[in-house]
């Protein structure tokens, strides 16, 4: 009768075994995916919904402070916005939410040639700031007012709404946001991210979360009110 046996590995397999396992995990990490499509060397910017986050671990399995965000950029930001807007904006956490699950994001998939991988650094400008349904390229401002401000000083901003946000064109902007930290960063928000020219690591060098807010607003001002007869 033939009786299977069983080889206790040796040391060196183990060795071994963890080298490969070492490799595959380098080989998958986040910071090394390549499109170089969505970052042009004149303009890398890149905007959508972000999809993903990673939080960037060190040898000894403390956190390093750096972290890694996956966009999809083929959602345009008028769909977006139509699911997600609010008066007067939201907490980031709500508003990542919402996005999460909005319909605009649910319905686009990705793949290689919509979606980015980008490394945030520790210290880098990273604002919340809000823009208007019908703003599809400006870098939004700091109030949800401020935001329609922009609509009504730049008349063509909503003809780029309907463009795919892989190739932005950014505007003037409506002044700098609240600051943010990299824990604010969440699935379903909508980035402006601003990356290195020429540098195709995909290391950020300017965050931008942008709220959606509606065009207009249900609070009357005075001027508005209707004058008694």
């Keep these: 009768m033939l009786r299977a046996c069983w080889v206790r590995p040796s040391a060196l397999a183990v060795v071994a075994m963890g080298s490969i396992l070492a490799l595959t995990a380098t080989a998958q990490k986040p910071g090394q995916i390549k499109t170089p499509k969505l970052l042009p060397s004149s303009n890398p910017v890149v905007e959508g919904v972000i999809t993903r986050v990673e939080q960037e671990k060190s040898v000894d399995g403390r956190t390093s402070g750096k972290v890694h965000v996956t966009i999809n950029s083929a959602i345009v930001?008028?769909?977006?916005?139509?699911?997600?807007?609010?008066?007067?904006?939201?907490?980031?956490?709500?508003?990542?939410?919402?996005?999460?699950?909005?319909?605009?994001?649910?319905?686009?998939?990705?793949?290689?040639?919509?979606?980015?991988?980008?490394?945030?650094?520790?210290?880098?400008?990273?604002?919340?700031?809000?823009?208007?349904q019908m703003d599809g390229r400006s870098k939004g401002a700091a109030s949800a007012e401020?935001?329609?401000?922009?609509?009504?000083?730049?008349p063509v901003a909503d003809q780029a709404k309907t463009k795919s946000s892989a190739d932005p064109a950014p505007s003037d902007d409506g002044g700098p946001g609240k600051s943010l930290t990299a824990d604010d960063l969440k699935q379903g928000l909508w980035v402006s991210i601003e990356c290195r020219k020429g540098d195709e690591s995909h290391v950020a060098r300017h965050v931008i979360v942008l709220e959606p807010i509606s065009d207009v607003s249900t609070t009357a001002s005075p001027r508005d009110e209707p004058k008694s007869p």
């Design 77 to 132: 930001w008028r769909d977006f916005a139509r699911d997600t807007a609010t008066e007067d904006g939201q907490k980031p956490a709500e508003a990542a939410k919402a996005g999460d699950q909005s319909v605009a994001t649910k319905g686009q998939p990705e793949d290689q040639n919509t979606i980015a991988t980008i490394e945030v650094p520790t210290g880098i400008p990273l604002e919340l700031r809000y823009r208007s």
């Design 146 to 154: 401020k935001a329609r401000d922009l609509v009504r000083r730049d």
